[in-house]
């Protein structure tokens, strides 16, 4: 079993909740799990690698609650775009994607991820046009190296696109159904690394066809499910799934942007999560960023949503919600006539995009903070960058929150085995399947190369399409 020892280094533990700076700390890895945290640790007779961390800051892996990893050939499309526009040029081109697409596209969505120092994603995986494209996402994840939940998600599929747009009125067709059964008894993925999930939004759907279908998932063993919800724009199904006897602490919402406060107390007491996703919600209309509302914040987490559209660094998530808030709170004191206090803290912040993550997918007992038994996913910075520099000495946490981008993450490790070093990619493993084994290594730039042509292929297979057809087709389907 593989050894690895991080000496001497800035360490932001967790103790009760509480963020605790360990300074000269030493954290041992045993294969995937942390296996001793303390001072002048040693590997004895173990074979494995010592990692000088002097000057560097230990973080625990970060957790995004909400993306959808697929997307990756459509960046720089979508930046000017608000919600339903974003869905006909952004959501629905899952269509123009063949399996091999969707590989490359998860793929690049995983590493880049990997990259910006998450090490656990939810992913709703809304690309489901046939098990092909299912297996070539998981096999995406599973090579990557990341930790994933794949939410596999019902969607309205298009059958034809050129002036004119049809549809298969069949959601829930035969073959997804024989799908999940599959991909059930073969779960997890990746060296358990990649689990499976449910992603569902059709709540229009008949009462029974909903209770039937989560019957089912939680039967063949999934243990976490997730759905989009904006009020004024979607069905309210935080109150749905309580009507229906089906909501509890396995049902992780996104966005909850202008939730009501009774569903709000609805969300809490049946124990239940939420991500908030701070640039697409601000950009694409959905509402005020709830995340530090005082009745919902205990149970917020943090998602990247569409790397296609925005940075896929959960660090410029967490610093634009907190400041954002920041600024709200400020102006309704101003309001009021008082003086502005900052009110929303940095551990706090923190906390959103570590151990709040990881209750909100019921992992906080093996991710989201450094403890000893707990899986060996974390982020090592560099303290002396010109970025960071004062900053980590000072204030590690600050340093991270206020400070760092991912050019100061040296170094990735998920599941004890290392992903970035020297602040790059290291290569990656494909595999011949979801649970298969290494084929072939390749390189960040092999990949790159990889997605360019893909974009292009999908690109030449958008020509034709009538995207005001797109939008009169979400109206069908999305409502």
């Given at each position: 079993?593989?050894?690895?020892?991080?000496?001497?280094?800035?360490?932001?533990a967790?103790?009760?909740g509480?963020?605790?700076?360990?300074?000269?700390?030493?954290?041992?890895?045993?294969?995937?799990?942390?296996?001793?945290?303390?001072?002048?640790?040693?590997?004895?007779?173990h074979?494995?690698?010592?990692?000088?961390?002097?000057?560097?800051?230990?973080?625990?892996?970060?957790?995004?609650?909400?993306?959808?990893?697929?997307?990756?050939?459509?960046?720089?499309?979508?930046?000017?775009?608000?919600?339903?526009h974003?869905?006909?040029?952004?959501?629905?081109?899952?269509?123009n994607?063949?399996?091999?697409?969707?590989?490359?596209?998860?793929?690049?969505?995983?590493?880049?991820?990997?990259?910006?120092?998450?090490?656990?994603?939810?992913?709703?995986?809304?690309?489901?046009?046939?098990?092909?494209?299912?297996?070539?996402?998981?096999?995406?994840?599973?090579?990557?190296g990341?930790?994933?939940?794949?939410?596999y998600?019902?969607?309205?599929?298009?059958?034809?696109?050129?002036?004119?747009?049809?549809?298969?009125?069949?959601?829930?067709?035969?073959?997804?159904?024989?799908?999940?059964?599959?991909l059930?008894?073969?779960?997890?993925?990746g060296?358990?690394r990649?689990q499976?999930?449910?992603?569902?939004?059709?709540?229009?759907?008949?009462?029974?066809?909903?209770?039937?279908?989560?019957?089912?998932?939680?039967?063949?063993?999934l243990?976490?499910?997730?759905?989009?919800?904006?009020?004024?724009?979607?069905?309210?199904?935080?109150?749905?799934?309580?009507?229906?006897?089906?909501?509890?602490?396995?049902?992780?919402?996104?966005?909850?942007?202008?939730?009501?406060?009774?569903?709000?107390?609805?969300?809490?007491?049946?124990?239940?999560y939420?991500?908030?996703?701070?640039?697409?919600?601000?950009?694409?209309?959905?509402g005020?960023?709830?995340?530090?509302?005082?009745?919902?914040?205990?149970?917020?987490?943090?998602?990247?949503?569409?790397?296609?559209?925005?940075?896929?660094?959960?660090?410029?998530?967490?610093?634009?919600?907190?400041?954002?808030?920041?600024?709200?709170?400020?102006?309704?004191?101003?309001?009021?006539?008082?003086?502005?206090?900052?009110?929303?803290?940095?551990?706090?912040?923190?906390?959103?995009?570590?151990?709040?993550?990881?209750?909100?997918?019921?992992?906080?007992?093996?991710?989201?903070?450094?403890e000893?038994?707990?899986?060996a996913?974390?982020?090592?910075?560099?303290?002396?960058?010109?970025?960071?520099?004062?900053?980590?000495?000072?204030?590690?946490?600050?340093?991270?929150?206020?400070?760092?981008?991912?050019?100061?993450?040296?170094?990735?490790?998920?599941?004890?085995?290392?992903?970035?070093?020297?602040?790059?990619?290291?290569?990656?493993?494909?595999?011949?399947?979801?649970?298969?084994?290494?084929?072939?290594?390749?390189?960040?730039?092999?990949?790159?190369?990889?997605?360019?042509?893909?974009?292009q292929?999908?690109?030449?297979?958008?020509?034709?399409q009538d995207?005001q057809?797109?939008?009169?087709?979400?109206?069908?389907?999305?409502?």
């Open positions: 079993m593989a050894f690895i020892l991080l000496e001497k280094g800035t360490i932001l967790h103790q009760d509480q963020v605790v700076v360990l300074k000269d700390h030493d954290v041992l890895i045993e294969g995937n799990r942390i296996k001793d945290i303390g001072k002048g640790l040693k590997l004895d007779s074979e494995g690698r010592v990692i000088d961390c002097r000057d560097k800051i230990i973080s625990p892996g970060f957790i995004d609650t909400h993306h959808h990893l697929w997307q990756t050939q459509l960046k720089g499309k979508l930046g000017d775009l608000s919600f339903m974003y869905m006909v040029a952004g959501n629905i081109q899952s269509f994607y063949t399996p091999d697409d969707i590989f490359w596209g998860q793929l690049g969505g995983c590493l880049e991820s990997i990259n910006s120092g998450v090490t656990t994603v939810v992913d709703h995986a809304h690309m489901t046009y046939s098990p092909e494209h299912v297996t070539e996402a998981i096999r995406a994840s599973a090579s990557s990341l930790r994933t939940f794949f939410c998600t019902p969607i309205w599929r298009i059958k034809s696109w050129s002036s004119h747009l049809d549809y298969d009125d069949d959601l829930l067709p035969e073959w997804w159904y024989t799908t999940l059964e599959t059930a008894k073969s779960a997890p993925f060296s358990g990649v499976l999930g449910l992603g569902f939004d059709n709540f229009k759907l008949p009462r029974e066809t909903i209770k039937s279908l989560w019957a089912k998932c939680r039967a063949l063993g243990k976490l499910f997730t759905t989009h919800f904006v009020a004024n724009y979607m069905t309210n199904s935080v109150n749905l799934l309580s009507e229906y006897g089906l909501l509890d602490k396995h049902i992780l919402f996104s966005h909850v942007n202008g939730i009501a406060e009774s569903d709000a107390q609805t969300l809490l007491k049946h124990g239940a939420f991500s908030t996703a701070p640039e697409t919600e601000l950009q694409m209309g959905l005020e960023i709830v995340a530090f509302r005082p009745d919902v914040k205990c149970n917020a987490s943090v998602g990247i949503d569409c790397h296609s559209n925005n940075s896929g660094d959960i660090l410029s998530q967490l610093r634009l919600g907190m400041q954002h808030a920041r600024g709200q709170e400020n102006q309704e004191a101003m309001k009021a006539g008082k003086y502005p206090a900052v009110q929303i803290q940095l551990e706090e912040v923190f906390n959103l995009g570590t151990i709040q993550g990881a209750k909100a997918v019921n992992m906080e007992d093996q991710i989201g903070s450094i000893v038994g707990k899986l996913d974390l982020v090592i910075f560099d303290g002396t960058s010109p970025n960071m520099a004062c900053a980590a000495e000072e204030n590690p946490v600050a340093a991270v929150l206020l400070h760092a981008n991912v050019g100061d993450i040296e170094m990735v490790i998920v599941d004890g085995v290392i992903r970035k070093e020297s602040n790059r990619l290291v290569d990656t493993g494909i595999l011949d399947g979801p649970n298969g084994q290494i084929t072939k290594s390749l390189s960040w730039r092999d990949v790159s190369n990889s997605l360019l042509k893909s974009r292929m999908i690109i030449e297979r958008q020509e034709g995207l057809e797109g939008m009169k087709f979400l109206y069908k389907t999305f409502g």
